[in-house]
């Protein structure tokens, strides 16, 4: 029998960073600064993450091209293997992101991209614990509650088990 299911997207859209609590505030400097060291030569399209975990550590991580695209990684990847390499037992809580072009912030905020959207879904389940998502442009930042509001039908590691012989 064939069912009708329907997946909602919930976030919260702010005007002003002046929104943001002063922790949250903070975050999305560090991952505005991030972005101006990403390594763009091919696109100009630099995009910085910054993380905080629960311990309040601040993560940083940018995108870095690479002439043999698609070879580069993007600053959501870069900042989680950061965290995972140094403190893998502080869980991640908060990751904001923000992207510049050559007039500086976008004007719309830069939503991760597949590869990222799993890649954070799976921190979420190695720590057992969501991580709350900034999303920065210039003309509203949109505040996430887990990366499951973006990729709510995610391949993970129950999709490796199987039933049969």
């Known amino acids: 029998m064939?069912?009708?299911?329907?997946?909602?997207l919930y976030y919260n859209e702010l005007?002003?960073?002046?929104?943001?609590?002063?922790?949250?505030?903070?975050?999305?400097?560090e991952a505005i600064?991030?972005?101006?060291?990403?390594y763009a030569p091919y696109s100009g399209f630099r995009v910085g993450a910054a993380?905080?975990?629960?311990?309040?550590?601040?993560?940083?991580?940018?995108?870095?091209e690479n002439a043999a695209f698609p070879s580069g990684i993007c600053a959501e990847r870069t900042v989680i293997s950061?965290?995972?390499s140094n403190f893998p037992d502080d869980?991640?809580?908060?990751?904001?992101?923000?992207a510049l072009n050559k007039e500086g912030l976008t004007d719309e905020?830069?939503?991760?991209?597949?590869?990222?959207?799993?890649?954070?879904?799976?921190?979420?389940t190695r720590t057992n614990s969501k991580i709350k998502l900034i999303l920065a442009g210039k003309k509203r930042?949109?505040?996430?509650?887990?990366?499951?509001?973006?990729?709510?039908?995610?391949?993970?590691?129950?999709?490796?088990?199987?039933?049969?012989?």
Do not use: W
Not at 2 to 8: A, G, V
């Open 51 to 64: 993380l905080r975990l629960e311990s309040g550590k601040t993560v940083r991580g940018a995108n870095v």
């Open 91 to 98: 869980k991640p809580a908060v990751i904001a992101i923000a």
């Open 33 to 38: 600064a991030a972005a101006y060291n990403a």
């Open 141 to 165: 930042i949109l505040v996430i509650e887990s990366i499951n509001m973006l990729l709510p039908l995610q391949f993970s590691k129950s999709n490796l088990h199987s039933n049969l012989p």
């Open 82 to 84: 950061s965290s995972v």
């Open 109 to 124: 905020p830069v939503t991760p991209c597949g590869n990222c959207r799993q890649v954070i879904s799976e921190e979420e």
């Open 2 to 8: 064939e069912t009708s299911k329907s997946i909602t």
């Open 15 to 29: 005007s002003s960073p002046e929104e943001l609590s002063s922790e949250d505030k903070n975050l999305l400097k």
